[in-house]
């Protein structure tokens, strides 16, 4: 739920015929096209701006009936028409995402080695089908960053009475992430392996990129077993048995838990960049992504300004206008710095080739003479040189030689469709209050790589906000229906509850940096890793603490009701003892449908 709902202002020029449409978008040129297909005119009669995006995380990236509806109205009426969504009616059409149905198995031998995984995921796409990106993502990656020889997971959708769901936060690939740590978890504590050595034991290996999965997704490389070791180095999970005891003390069951991920930054594949260099000491960048709060206005100058050596301040970012930036993909998917800067520094490349030949006519030299460095074009072995902005300011010369003259600038536009893959381990550890199912997050511990992190604190900001993302939607965050009606029932912020600052406690995350071989940069994507780990890590956390009463498996969001029943449940079904907690025969309850058969296959139900 983004902060700013959605909005829409539109004029119409009837001197030119021309549209112009200023919308919260995630990709102003997709919608430049949308929005022309309706109207039923040429493309160049339409003009999309972005101002400042108040957040994004997929929502924004569809169009929206209103966004044609305020430019047809702005046509009729002659006059510029606005439009506004309230945010209970931004409950029930925003389109939604996740709801997912997983019945997977996955089968392993008595050395705990996984042989096969095998399911169905059965997506609601809701009232009327958007996207089956979710659903495909997801299906792709469901082994996740372990050795599985075989796999077959079969992806279905349905439809239903609820608004249509689509791309959120790391479409899809969540769901199946919390639904291969969950089998771990289970099939680790019936058939009495180590939850980390197990998952160690199947990790794919760095000896073995790049690797192709069972769904045929080529991971470039990565280091999942050193990922694993730092979270749980950082989570202290070896004094862990005291801490519980401690709060067991307190009348409080302490659990922790663990989850690795694996995301893939794909995305549509085509972006351009054109760089400019203004001879009064300004770079312009014109680039089609475009930011819902992701800080390219710091990242993206950070690039320009290393490779030109320039102040931050002398680079200006233009984006989420058509008129400015006619090609571009938008924000999606882990893919803004990721293809914007491989654009970007060939366009740069291009610059600074074409500023050596001005130079060396400048400086009456060889252009194999000139070499480009510190802001300054000089040549070799002397100390001829001169500034990038004077090199600038000559390209506008008349006499300049044919073929240099005009600006100095550059356009890259490029199409990239090899993806890459970012990748981490997260730790969470809760306390449950056993008589009201209260949960309380009280360590949250992330190690994500994303390949070369141009600024670390942009990144560890994304980490975090992917991270309370996560946790809402293992803990809190629900589109509740009258089962009856159909009505919705969390239609305000007062029903539907988003995590707070003062619910969760100071996140540890720490930055890998292995180098992507998929892009000239070693760019991943920092963007999303955050929530995709955070359900498994959650929910294996509440479960690890709930496991000596007899829970194996609470169903997200893990409310306090629901952990409360699920308490009161295995009491029932296993005779513990309200006092202790333990089973009247001494032994772990071990409930649930989990089972082995006789070709040691390990079978959960709907998750």
């Not at 792709?140 to 608004?163: I, K």
């Not at 940069?521 to 929910?539: F, M, Y």
Request: aromatic share 6%; hydrophobic share 40%.
């Amino acid at each position: 739920m983004p902060m700013e709902p959605r909005a829409a202002l539109a004029t119409y020029d009837h001197g030119s015929g021309r549209y112009t449409l200023y919308a919260g978008s995630g990709g102003v040129v997709r919608h430049k096209g949308d929005l022309a297909a309706v109207l039923g005119v040429d493309e160049d009669a339409v003009r999309v701006v972005a101002e400042d995006v108040g957040g994004n995380f997929g929502t924004r990236n569809s169009f929206y009936p209103e966004f044609a509806l305020v430019a047809w109205a702005a046509r009729r009426l002659g006059r510029p028409v606005k439009w506004t969504c309230e945010r209970q009616e931004a409950f029930v059409t925003d389109y939604q995402g996740r709801d997912l149905v997983s019945e997977t198995e996955l089968a392993l031998d008595a050395d705990g080695n996984f042989l096969a995984l095998r399911g169905v995921n059965t997506s609601n796409v809701g009232a009327h089908a958007v996207s089956f990106i979710p659903l495909n993502k997801g299906r792709e990656l469901s082994t996740t960053v372990y050795r599985v020889p075989a796999a077959c997971v079969r992806g279905r959708a349905v439809l239903s009475n609820t608004p249509p769901t689509a791309p959120y936060r790391s479409a899809g690939r969540p769901e199946v992430m919390f639904v291969m740590e969950r089998l771990i978890d289970l099939a680790a504590r019936r058939h009495g392996f180590d939850r980390l050595g197990l998952r160690r034991r199947n990790l794919v290996p760095p000896s073995a990129m790049p690797y192709r999965n069972p769904f045929g997704m080529v991971y470039d490389s990565g280091e999942y077993a050193a990922a694993q070791d730092r979270a749980v180095t950082l989570a202290d999970w070896a004094g862990f048995e005291k801490r519980r005891v401690e709060a067991r003390g307190r009348g409080r069951y302490r659990g922790i838990g663990l989850a690795n991920y694996i995301e893939v930054a794909t995305g549509w594949p085509r972006e351009r960049a054109e760089v400019t260099v203004r001879p009064e000491g300004r770079i312009e960048v014109a680039i089609g992504t475009l930011s819902a709060g992701q800080g390219h206005e710091t990242t993206f100058a950070q690039l320009i300004a290393e490779w030109f050596d320039v102040e931050l301040d002398q680079v200006r970012l233009i984006t989420g206008d058509t008129d400015r930036a006619p090609v571009g993909g938008g924000s999606h998917s882990g893919r803004s710095m990721r293809l914007g800067g491989v654009v970007m520094a060939k366009a740069a490349d291009a610059i600074v080739a074409t500023g050596t030949r001005i130079a060396a006519w400048l400086l009456e030299a060889a252009p194999a003479d000139i070499e480009f460095s510190r802001r300054r074009f000089s040549v070799k072995g002397t100390d001829r040189a001169l500034d990038l902005f004077e090199v600038a300011a000559a390209a506008l010369r008349r006499d300049v030689p044919e073929g240099l003259g005009g600006p100095l600038a550059a356009v890259s536009d490029e199409t990239v469709s090899v993806p890459s893959f970012p990748y981490g381990s997260h730790v969470c550890e809760v306390e449950v209050d056993p008589e009201t199912g209260v949960v309380d997050i009280v360590g949250y511990i992330a190690v994500d790589d994303v390949g070369r992190a141009i600024n670390p604190m942009i990144v560890h900001g994304q980490s975090h906000g992917g991270i309370a993302q996560g946790v809402g939607q293992a803990l809190w965050e629900r589109c509740h229906y009258d089962p009856e009606s159909g009505q919705p029932l969390s239609a305000t912020f007062m029903d539907y509850v988003v995590a707070r600052a003062d619910m969760l406690p100071s996140f540890v995350t720490e930055i890998s940096e292995v180098p992507s071989t998929s892009n000239p940069l070693g760019l991943r994507g920092g963007g999303e890793g955050g929530t995709t780990p955070a359900l498994g890590a959650v929910i294996n956390a509440i479960v690890d603490a709930l496991g000596d009463l007899g829970v194996d498996h609470v169903e997200m969001p893990a409310t306090p009701e629901r952990v409360w029943r699920a308490i009161q449940h295995a009491r029932t079904s296993h005779s513990l003892s309200p006092a202790t907690g333990e089973r009247a025969s001494g032994q772990p309850a071990l409930g649930g449908r989990l089972r082995r058969t006789a070709s040691g296959l390990v079978e959960s139900g709907p998750m």
